[in-house]
């Protein structure tokens, strides 16, 4: 989006970029299996099942992380999560956001039970990113850990975009409406 190359976008759960200075503890002690090892800035890593469900699946049940883990964990590499982490350091960081560009409608989306991007932190990357003259909107899903994109809970996160989307021109709305609603009714029968 920052590039120009789209017309809307959904953040969801952003990672840490330049100037975002809100570091919550919980969001410390999950980064810190990978970043106290700095030897893996170069590697790939894979959580283990108890820190994929401490960290990133811990608003579902234990059986629903595991099922999640066995379905989507993949070995992932960390230079990204390096750079996130020091972002504030570096002089001219990969993890710099233009927030004074012009761009399409943004939506913010933080989770109440994430630690892996806690939602002070995603709160304090929708308020930096609405300095930009584009429209920045900001939702939050309370009950949702990180994994609220392929969870039990995936529909509210759905219905948010597809809301969002459609109240920009840029779809059609969600047949439930915007997260939480009730599904709208069924035409009555023709008669």
């Known amino acids: ?30 980064a810190f299996p990978v970043l ?47 750079q996130a982490a020091t972002a504030n350091f570096a002089l001219h960081s990969e993890a710099s956001v233009d927030v004074h560009r012009d761009r399409g409608p943004l939506l913010v989306v933080g989770a109440g039970k994430d630690r892996t991007v806690p939602q002070a932190t995603s709160r304090a990357a929708y308020r930096i990113l609405s300095r930009s003259p584009g429209v920045t909107e900001w939702a939050a899903l309370p009950g949702a850990g990180h994994s609220f994109v392929v969870d039990s809970t995936w529909r509210q996160a759905a ?5 969002f989307l459609a109240r920009h021109g840029m779809g059609a709305a969600s047949p439930a409406g915007p997260a939480g609603a009730a599904p709208a009714p069924a035409d009555p029968a023709p008669a």
């Open 1 to 30: 989006m920052g590039q120009g190359c789209a017309r809307a976008c959904i953040a969801l759960s952003p990672a840490q970029f330049k100037g975002n200075l809100v570091l919550p503890p919980a969001q410390l002690r999950t």
């Open 36 to 82: 106290g090892k700095p030897r893996l800035r170069t590697r790939s890593w894979i959580h283990s099942k108890d820190s994929w469900h401490a960290g990133f699946a811990n608003a579902v049940g234990r059986e629903e992380s595991d099922a999640l883990y066995d379905a989507y964990a993949v070995p992932s590499p960390m230079k990204p999560l390096f």
């Open 159 to 163: 219905d948010l975009a597809l809301d």
